[in-house]
C-alpha cells in the first residue's frame, strides 16, 4: 500500500545519484528539484506542485536520481513503489498522460525545448512528442538519454505509429554510446526520423497507423531481445527473464546471448533473488571477463551480498569497481552512496 510519509523543512528526501523504486506525490508543503541544466550546466531549482509527481523518471527507468528532491518547508508526501504506481496509472488515464508530459522536471523542460523545434502552431500528441525527445537527445549525441526515451516509447505504446523506428534507433543508440561514448558518435540519420516518416505517410495530415510508417529491417534477435527491455521496464521481471532465456538457448548471436545474460541478472536481482543473482554474474563475469557491461555486473554482485548481509563482500566488489580505469561517472556515484550509506548504518 503506498505510504503516506512527512519530511521536515530542509531535509533530504532523496540525493542525486540514488537507486531507487519509489515515486512521490506531494500532499502538502514544498518541495525543490535541485538538478543542473542540460545544456548550460548552471544550478537548475524546480519546484514541485501540489498533487505533482516527482522521481517517476528514475524509479520506473531503473536509473540514479538526477536530482536533489528537497523539502523547503514541512512537507507531506505519499509514495508509492513502481508496481503500486502502475496499478494506480492503469485505473486512471489522466495519470497516464500527466506522466507521460511531466514524469520528470528535466523531461517537461526537455519536452519545452522540443516542442519550440516543431512548426509554429503544430499539434504534438504525447506519443510522437515522447517519440521526439528521444530523437533530441540522440542529435545531441546523448545515448543514455535517447535510449531511455526510445525504451519509454516502447513501453507506453509496443504497437505505436513509430515503433519499428523506436526499436531501431534504441538498438542504434546503445551501440553507439559502447562504441564512441557520451558526446561522440553520430547523431540522427535526417532519413530515419519521425519527420522523414511522416513526409513518407502521404499528405492527408491524420493519424498514421503503424503500416503507414517506413520499417527498417530489424533482425528477429534485436527485436526479441527489446520486447524482453519493455517487458523489464515495466517491471515484469519474471516475463523479462523468460524472454532474455529464450535468447541465451536459441541465438547464435554472440552480442546479444551476452546481453541477455547480464539482463537474467538484472531480472534475478529485481525479484530479490539475490543468492541466484550472485551465482549467475559470478559464472558471467568469469565467463566473459571483458564483457561491456563488466561494471556494472560488479555492481549488482556488490548490491546482492549488501542485501544478503555479507557487507564485507560487498565492500569488496565496490571498492574493485573504483579501482578500476574506465568506470562512468554515474556508476561511480552509485557506488560511493552504497559506501557511504553501508559506513553510516
Do not use: W
Request: net charge positive; glycine share 8%; hydrophobic share 35%.
Amino acid at each position: 500500500m503506498p505510504k503516506a510519509m512527512t519530511y521536515k523543512a530542509n531535509s533530504v528526501i532523496y540525493f542525486q545519484g540514488d537507486i531507487s523504486d519509489r515515486i512521490y506525490i506531494l500532499k502538502a508543503g514544498r518541495v525543490s528539484l535541485n538538478s543542473n541544466d542540460i545544456e548550460t550546466g548552471e544550478p537548475v531549482r524546480d519546484s514541485i506542485q501540489t498533487g505533482e509527481f516527482f522521481g517517476v523518471k528514475s524509479a520506473l527507468g531503473k536509473y540514479p536520481r538526477e536530482e536533489n528532491a528537497i523539502a523547503l518547508s514541512d512537507s507531506h508526501v505519499v509514495v508509492f513503489t513502481v508496481p503500486e504506481f502502475e496499478q494506480l496509472a492503469l485505473s486512471n488515464t489522466r495519470i497516464v498522460m500527466k506522466m507521460l508530459n511531466v514524469f520528470s522536471n528535466q523531461l517537461r523542460r526537455l519536452h519545452t525545448k522540443v516542442r519550440g523545434l516543431l512548426a509554429e502552431g503544430e499539434q504534438v500528441d504525447p506519443e510522437l512528442g515522447l517519440f521526439r525527445i528521444g530523437e533530441y537527445y540522440m542529435k545531441k549525441k546523448e545515448y543514455d538519454k535517447a535510449l531511455y526515451a526510445f525504451q519509454k516509447y516502447l513501453t507506453y505504446y509496443p504497437s505505436g505509429a513509430y515503433h519499428q523506428l523506436a526499436n531501431k534507433h534504441a538498438q542504434q543508440v546503445e551501440q553507439y554510446a559502447s562504441q564512441y561514448g557520451i558526446g561522440q558518435g553520430p547523431g540522427l540519420p535526417a532519413s530515419e526520423t519521425g519527420e522523414a516518416a511522416a513526409a513518407s505517410s502521404g499528405a492527408n495530415g491524420g493519424r498514421r497507423s503503424a503500416d503507414e510508417v517506413p520499417k527498417p529491417e530489424l533482425g528477429p534477435i534485436a527485436k526479441q531481445y527489446y520486447n524482453a527491455v519493455s517487458s523489464f521496464s515495466q517491471g515484469n521481471y519474471a516475463e523479462a527473464m523468460k524472454q532474455f532465456k529464450t535468447i541465451v538457448d536459441t541465438s547464435e548471436d554472440r552480442e546479444y546471448v551476452v546481453k541477455s545474460m547480464f539482463e537474467i541478472g538484472r531480472c534475478l536481482y529485481s525479484l530479490e533473488r539475490y543468492d541466484a543473482c550472485i551465482r549467475h554474474f559470478t559464472a558471467l563475469v568469469q565467463r566473459y571477463p571483458k564483457m561491456p557491461d563488466l561494471d556494472e555486473a560488479l555492481y549488482y554482485l556488490g548490491q546482492s551480498y549488501e542485501r544478503s548481509g555479507d557487507s564485507d563482500r560487498a565492500i569488496g566488489f565496490y571498492k574493485k569497481i573504483l579501482s578500476r580505469s574506465g568506470v562512468s561517472e554515474a556508476l561511480k556515484r552509485k557506488v560511493n552512496n552504497a559506501l557511504r550509506s553501508m559506513q553510516g548504518a
